[in-house]
């Protein structure tokens, strides 16, 4: 029998090893991975975009024009959308030794760059035009996202200080929304909902909230 004077620390060390290691619980939680997106434009609207998603969905987004402070805003993006755009970014070997940029002569169309990151780990490119057919849909999901927030931003921004431009706002956002360029347009229902419930906003405003949240809510 064991007798205290005998007990040893470094054996409590591995009993507690194991026991974590049959409970299946990790001792260490491993860094969340992240890829994002950024874009530099001078002269566009916007001139700057940076859209940075995690494995867990957490997100932020950063957009503005480039002499401006940086300011990101966080948001969250779904499993099943944080999972496909990790999944475009494994299918691009997480961009490590990658060439996008095309060899032919285009005119610039902003500076480009997907990064991937997790712990001290790090990779990215950087390309102005690619006919890369994967590198293509991971750009689509970003510039989605980012007229995504765009449009919340906005819609947000004139909820408070131009009432009456809420209409042209929402009229921006149904153009997208039947482009169906936006990767998760329910992500705005609760601002909708809000101009549709809300009598300072001009009735043809209202309107449009209801039947852009039906539509939403009932995708054909």
């Known amino acids: 029998m064991t007798t205290l004077?005998?007990?040893r620390p470094w054996r409590f060390c591995i009993l507690l090893l194991l026991c974590v290691a049959n409970c299946g619980v990790p001792l260490f939680a491993a860094d969340p991975a992240t890829v994002s997106f950024r874009k530099v434009f001078k002269s566009s609207s916007p001139e700057f975009v940076e859209i940075r998603v995690r494995e867990d969905g957490a997100a932020t987004y950063d957009i503005r024009a480039i002499n401006e402070e940086p300011d990101a805003q966080p948001f969250e993006v779904s499993a099943a959308l944080a999972a496909k755009i990790f999944q475009l970014s494994t299918q691009l070997n997480n961009f490590r030794g990658l060439e996008l940029d095309t060899k032919r002569r285009i005119a610039n169309l902003g500076e480009k760059t997907f990064r991937y990151e997790r712990g001290n780990e790090?990779?990215?490119?950087?390309?102005?035009?690619?006919?890369?057919?994967?590198?293509?849909q991971l750009l689509m999901i970003f510039e989605?996202?980012?007229?995504?927030?765009d449009h919340l931003r906005t819609l947000l921004h004139r909820m408070k200080y131009d009432r009456l431009g809420v209409n042209n706002a929402l009229l921006n956002f149904e153009t997208d929304l039947d482009r169906k360029i936006l990767p998760e347009p329910?992500?705005?229902?609760?601002?909708?909902?809000?101009?549709?419930?809300?009598?300072?906003?001009?009735d043809i405003a209202r309107q449009r909230a209801r039947a852009l949240v039906e539509r939403i809510r009932n995708p054909r």
């Open 144 to 149: 989605g996202l980012t007229r995504q927030q």
């Open 5 to 7: 004077r005998e007990f």
């Open 186 to 202: 329910e992500r705005l229902l609760p601002v909708l909902q809000q101009i549709a419930a809300d009598s300072r906003f001009v």
């Open 122 to 136: 790090s990779a990215e490119v950087k390309f102005n035009y690619t006919i890369d057919a994967t590198a293509n």
